[in-house]
């Protein structure tokens, strides 16, 4: 399917923009209103850009109903402070609630059943309960248009950052299973990044490796290696030399005791199997023995 922005409806395309550009990381935004009251919303529309300066950046969407702006973007206009609380698991329905479009005078702090928690060096509050916080002032807003749905980027300088200690491993560095995180996906769907779904790839970047080209290319065209099996194969530095290590395998010799075309597949399966068990060393050994 393919699909061009002008064709289809506003709301059409925002939600196929979400299901793709997902997950999304999410800023629990406080604001504080010129007469003092604090202001809590979630925005989707977020990430980090630099780390010197210290940058952030959110977008506030016009309404699409009415292309009016959110309590966020006018308490930011007013102010140019906000606090970028992270959103965990165990805040996850409050801060969905939070994103009702309540009424200017009301605080979402309360209607979410939020602690505010003084800030440092910004007047907005921090939310208590959430696992870090961000204390920020506002560089640019930079409208993106005026229609329905068009974003306001809101560049925020870091100030302050705030960590439970309850997040942090031993050597002071964030456990991405202790702090929880939450996303969001497209429509009402969110993911919950802790778990089984996170995962390490390590890669050297500065390490040259041998890449799908520097594969032997029985390797290569495997039948049975998917590409994430092979990019595995391919981030060593080198091909390994064959040490014959494998040929005492009982699989290997079955294997090899098949035939050509048979004996390759049971030997591609063997390895991807000791490639998904993090074996990478095996794995070669096991493949090289078939070439």
């Known amino acids: ?81 906000a606090v970028i609380n992270a959103v965990s698991y165990d805040i996850a329905w409050q801060m969905s609630l939070a994103g009702v479009e309540y009424p200017p005078e009301v605080s979402e702090f309360e209607k979410a059943g939020l602690t505010p928690l003084a800030s440092e060096r910004v007047k907005p509050f921090r939310v208590a309960e959430s696992p870090a916080q961000l204390e920020c002032r506002v560089q640019q807003i930079i409208p993106l248009g005026d229609g329905g749905g068009a974003g306001n980027l809101i560049l925020c300088e870091v100030v302050a950052i705030h960590i439970a200690e309850r997040v942090l491993d031993a050597e002071s560095r964030i456990d991405p299973h202790k702090i929880d995180l939450m996303a969001r996906m497209g429509r009402a769907f969110y993911c919950r990044a802790s778990g089984g779904a996170v995962f390490p790839i390590p890669q050297d970047q500065q390490a040259m490796s041998i ?41 290997v010799v079955q294997a090899l005791a098949e035939g050509a075309e048979a004996g390759v597949l049971r030997l591609h399966g063997y390895a991807q199997a000791l490639i998904r068990a993090g074996e990478l060393g095996r794995a070669w050994q096991v493949l090289l023995s078939g070439e």
């Open 1 to 81: 399917m393919t699909l061009f922005p002008e064709s289809l409806p506003q709301p059409q395309l925002h939600q196929y923009l979400l299901g793709i550009v997902a997950p999304r990381p999410i800023a629990f935004v406080s604001t504080l209103a010129p007469d003092g009251t604090p202001n809590l919303a979630p925005y989707s529309f977020f990430n980090c850009f630099s780390s010197n300066p210290p940058i952030v950046v959110f977008s506030s969407n016009r309404r699409a109903r009415n292309r009016s702006v959110k309590d966020t973007l006018s308490n930011i206009e007013a102010t140019g402070e």
């Open 211 to 251: 890449g799908f080209d520097g594969l032997p290319p029985q390797i290569r065209h495997s039948a049975v290696l998917t590409g994430n099996d092979l990019a595995q194969l391919a981030s060593a530095l080198e091909v390994p030399a064959r040490d014959g290590s494998a040929l005492a395998d009982p699989e």
